[in-house]
């Protein structure tokens, strides 16, 4: 039998397969391909193959010393093809000479590998510090503690202070919009004394259409207070942090203070909201233009009658409200969902806008009766506090009048805001 009718063809050609313990050595044509696919089972029946030569040999494997002695084929074809090499002068087979170069690659490669690895662990720590950095910049405003830093670049510092501007200004838009009417009726009660009762009553006389006179002044100053609030305390923190080596707790505070005393620009929308506010002057005016035209024929001072209690109001509560949102918040139960984050936001505003407004209350009379006058002498804040003093019969309970409903009214007021505030800040 010849080698070529050794070879199956298709399967229903009734010629004989290949010996079981042979193998292909060498072949010629375009059919050979199909031949090892079809022994592989992935090929079917082809038509007629052309000539094909096949040499067929036994499949003896070669033990290990035989390759390395490089003792003379068997085969004469192969030998007269490819000559053996001769063996080396010290005995040695090749692959033991070219063991050290292999193992010389292996430890290039080794020392290459620990060099990458090394480059994308200090790669993983700087990026692990920037992240760092961008999270306390965030979460600052939460609370202040020494050790703490923020070392951002420009462009994130400056695409972090504008989240906090645009969360402070949507949280003080929410809180107005609520909150208004219960300040007006605080407002009333701080002005001219009246019990809780009388002041609603006023405003039952006032009807529907007058609920809301006077909330554009507050609406804008507030947003704008409460944008520059946040905003400015995180751009005067970063600042100070930066160009100072003072404390943490330092330069939060004087941040804080600062972020106040720059608040107290918008004291015109603070005056203009008090006259509005105020019954006596209603024939006067009806709109914010209107009052603002009014004041305008006194002068710029006109404008900014009242700023000391504002001034003695802002810093210090901004410090204290900035220092205890961060502790306050710790000592609640740990928020473990949004929804318990809210909760636990909303509770920590509020009790803090309740204290402090409940501390300050007296600035705020004070305010209020500077700031309802048009014209005339411009009084201290000395005199206008014992003027007060002596017309409440000098009795303290007497100058907290209204206080409860401002405790109240900044419960709900603050938490608005600081939940608010961190809800959109955590979105952004």
Not at 84 to 96: A, M
Not at 197 to 206: N, V
Request: charged share 20%; proline share 8%; net charge positive.
């Amino acid at each position: 039998m010849s080698e070529r009718d050794a070879i199956k063809r298709h399967p229903g050609d009734p010629r004989p397969q290949l010996p079981p313990r042979a193998q292909l050595h060498e072949w010629r044509g375009s059919a050979a391909s199909d031949v090892i696919r079809r022994r592989a089972g992935r090929a079917g029946p082809t038509p007629p193959w052309p000539e094909l030569r096949v040499v067929v040999r036994p499949a003896a494997r070669e033990p290990p010393a035989a390759r390395c002695a490089a003792a003379p084929s068997p085969r004469p074809s192969r030998e007269a093809r490819d000559p053996p090499r001769p063996p080396p002068p010290d005995g040695t087979c090749v692959e033991e000479q070219l063991r050290p170069v292999y193992l010389q690659v292996w430890l290039l490669r080794c020392v290459q590998i620990e060099l990458l690895s090394s480059r994308r662990c200090s790669e993983l720590e700087k990026r692990t510090e920037v992240y760092n950095s961008k999270k306390n910049s965030m979460m600052g405003s939460e609370g202040f503690s020494p050790g703490s830093s923020e070392e951002d670049p420009s462009s994130d510092v400056t695409a972090t202070s504008s989240k906090h501007y645009l969360c402070g200004y949507c949280a003080a838009f929410t809180n107005i919009a609520v909150t208004f009417p219960i300040q007006k009726v605080l407002f009333r009660q701080q002005l001219y004394g009246l019990k809780t009762k009388d002041a609603i009553q006023q405003l039952q006389k006032d009807g529907i259409r007058n609920l809301y006179r006077g909330i554009l002044p507050p609406l804008m100053q507030k947003t704008t207070t409460l944008a520059l609030m946040f905003g400015l305390y995180e751009d005067f923190s970063s600042l100070l942090h930066s160009h100072t080596t003072a404390p943490e707790l330092l330069t939060r505070s004087m941040a804080a203070v600062l972020a106040g005393t720059t608040e107290a620009v918008l004291t015109p929308f603070e005056r203009v909201q008090t006259l509005l506010q105020d019954y006596k002057h209603h024939d006067k005016f009806t709109n914010t233009y209107q009052a603002f035209k009014v004041l305008k024929v006194y002068g710029m001072r006109e404008y900014y009658r009242g700023l000391v209690p504002i001034l003695l109001r802002n810093g210090p509560s901004n410090v204290l409200f900035f220092g205890l949102r961060g502790p306050i918040k710790q000592c609640l139960p740990e928020a473990t969902s949004y929804s318990t984050h809210l909760v636990n936001d909303f509770i920590c505003g509020g009790l803090l806008g309740a204290m402090l407004g409940f501390l300050f209350f007296p600035m705020n009379v004070v305010k209020a009766r500077m700031q309802a006058q048009i014209g005339g002498e411009f009084q201290s804040f000395s005199t206008v506090f014992v003027k007060i003093w002596l017309e409440r019969d000098r009795k303290l309970i007497n100058l907290f009048r209204g206080a409860h409903l401002n405790y109240h009214r900044s419960v709900l007021s603050w938490g608005i805001i600081n939940a608010t505030y961190e809800f959109l800040l955590k979105l952004l």
